[in-house]
């Protein structure tokens, strides 16, 4: 089955920095992936959505200077938390879909990120 | 605003019974329908999903639709302490490039 790949697992960082988070279809290529955060007992936020080759569409409310998207290449996304600083502190997830249809939703093993 | 709603529970069932699970969603012309399993800390994963009005067996896990009434339900049989985690309820909406949204999320722990 298609499985996506996203590294790290884990993260602690310190306030003021920069954290980049990978994002790889190992077996498929993903024309769209979907970044989430997930804070502590809540759901699924989407953040934002990526296409390959063009810019992200940001949810309203996230911030696109501070959360960096790029979707160079059909088979990897990466999501950069600039700045960061504690209360981005969260569960980042990406989600890749192979094409179209109505299933074909595969999460990578999300990120959890500490900023100290 | 296009909503997904489960009961945060927990909902506590004994070993072998059966679990059900509900969500209501606010957007009529929903497409697509997910139930996913979270365990803590770990990603979700799919369990079911479910297009049509009616009845979806997979297994252990029966997915009811009723579009009419906005609800979808997930129905867990012969119910083991492995299935405890936390099920989230996914919709697909029309013309939003399919974005999924998801519901808050129905504890569920099964107890020896």
């Known amino acids: 089955g298609a499985v996506v790949s996203q590294h790290p697992s884990r993260v602690i960082c310190k306030s003021g920095t920069s954290v980049k988070i990978e994002c790889r279809s190992l077996d498929f290529q993903a024309t769209t992936m979907f970044w989430y955060r997930q804070f502590p007992k809540k759901s699924l936020m989407l953040m934002a959505t990526?296409?390959?080759?063009?810019?992200?569409?940001?949810e309203q409310g996230v911030e696109k200077d501070k959360f960096l998207i790029n979707h160079a290449s059909l088979t990897l996304s990466t999501l950069t938390v600039t700045s960061a600083h504690p209360e981005d502190s969260s569960f980042y997830i990406c989600?890749?879909?192979?094409?179209?249809?109505?299933?074909?939703?595969?999460f990578g093993s999300g990120t959890r990120l500490t900023v100290v | 605003q296009k909503e997904v709603e489960q009961n945060s529970g927990p909902l506590s069932v004994p070993e072998g019974a059966i679990a059900s699970l509900n969500c209501t969603y606010s957007?009529?012309?929903?497409?697509?329908f997910f139930w996913y399993r979270q365990y803590s800390g770990k990603s979700p994963e799919l369990i079911m999903s479910i297009y049509s009005n009616g009845d979806k067996e997979d297994g252990r896990f029966t997915a009811q639709l009723n579009k009419a009434s906005q609800y979808v339900s997930l129905l867990i049989r012969d119910s083991q302490p492995s299935d405890s985690a936390t099920y989230l309820c996914?919709?697909?909406?029309?013309?939003?490039?399919?974005?999924?949204?998801f519901g808050t999320g129905t504890r569920l722990q099964v107890t020896l």
């Open positions: 996914a919709v697909k909406h029309t013309g939003t490039a399919s974005k999924l949204t």
């Open positions: 990526s296409n390959e080759g063009s810019k992200a569409t940001y």
């Open positions: 989600s890749a879909r192979s094409g179209q249809g109505a299933g074909g939703y595969t």
């Open positions: 957007d009529r012309v929903s497409q697509s």
